[in-house]
């Protein structure tokens, strides 16, 4: 992996579970790692869910494979974000591929 093709700052966020005063579990998402990626763009579509339009988007996200990630986190770029999909790793070229699409919040 070339290291000029990481130009896109992503923070990876890990999940916290807390338990309320009523005894509610709750998730708050702590940012666990600040790092470069590769963004490619892989397109989206047009859904209608819960009465309103909206837009995913599919992006794939290329790490260094020393980046500590799994299915359970979430990324956060250009202040939205993304639900992981599919890790891929690929020691050939010592990256991780991220496969992630836009959360409906």
């Not at 923070?11 to 807390?18: M, V």
């Not at 260094?64 to 202040?79: K, T």
Request: hydrophobic share 40%.
């Amino acid at each position: 992996m070339r290291a000029g093709l990481l130009k896109e700052k992503i923070s990876i966020l890990k999940p916290s579970c807390t338990v309320n005063k009523f005894g509610e579990e709750i998730t708050d998402w702590i940012v666990g790692k600040v790092t470069l990626a590769r963004l490619v763009h892989n397109g989206g579509t047009r859904t209608v869910a819960n009465g309103d339009v909206f837009l995913t988007h599919n992006k794939t996200f290329q790490v260094r494979q020393y980046v500590n990630i799994d299915e359970f986190d979430r990324i956060l770029w250009d202040g939205k974000t993304y639900r992981i999909v599919n890790i891929e790793p690929i020691k050939e070229q010592m990256m991780i591929e991220i496969k992630a699409e836009l959360i409906n919040d």
